[in-house]
Each structure stands twice: as structure tokens, then as C-alpha cells.
């Protein structure tokens, strides 16, 4: 997906995934562990809102997502 600018200090930022879509393919956990992670098929947010030092890797992980399930906001 396209990169949706630099993070700014101080932004908050959190995150769902669309348990509908989520196929629990597990591609987001490897991509952001510390905030991503498989409950039985499917993944679920460890951390909300997304500590700092984990929003570049959490936009990679949505951007990644094969099926879209992951939304950010922020």
C-alpha cells in the first residue's frame, strides 16, 4: 500500500482488525509482534493505543495485510 506520510511526534494512533475479514493468515504478527499477534485464526491487538515505537512497523503490518482487515487510525 502507499505510505501515509511521516509520523509526527505526539501523534496517537490506534488500530482494529476486521474479525469478518481476517483470514488469520498471520502475516501482521510477523511483520509487528508487538502489537500483533494469532488467537486461534485470528489476529488480535495486543497493545492499543500503538506505542511509539512500534506505529512504523504497525502501518507496515496493515499495509501488508492481504485481505485489508486492518484499519489504522491515526
Given at each position: 500500500?502507499?505510505?501515509?506520510?511521516?509520523?509526527r511526534e505526539g501523534d496517537?494512533?490506534?488500530?482494529?482488525?476486521?474479525?469478518?475479514?481476517?483470514?488469520?493468515?498471520?502475516?501482521?504478527?510477523d511483520v509487528c509482534p508487538?502489537?500483533?499477534?494469532?488467537?486461534?485464526?485470528?489476529?488480535?491487538?495486543?497493545?492499543?493505543?500503538?506505542?511509539?515505537?512500534?506505529?512504523?512497523?504497525?502501518?507496515?503490518?496493515?499495509?501488508s495485510c492481504p485481505v485489508?482487515?486492518?484499519?489504522?487510525?491515526?
Amino acid at each position: 500500500g502507499m505510505a501515509r506520510g511521516l509520523i509526527r511526534e505526539g501523534d496517537f494512533m490506534t488500530v482494529i482488525v476486521a474479525k469478518e475479514v481476517c483470514t488469520g493468515c498471520g502475516i501482521c504478527a510477523d511483520v509487528c509482534p508487538g502489537i500483533f499477534e494469532l488467537e486461534g485464526a485470528l489476529a488480535v491487538i495486543k497493545v492499543s493505543p500503538i506505542p511509539k515505537r512500534e506505529q512504523t512497523a504497525c502501518r507496515d503490518a496493515a499495509d501488508s495485510c492481504p485481505v485489508c482487515a486492518i484499519a489504522l487510525d491515526g
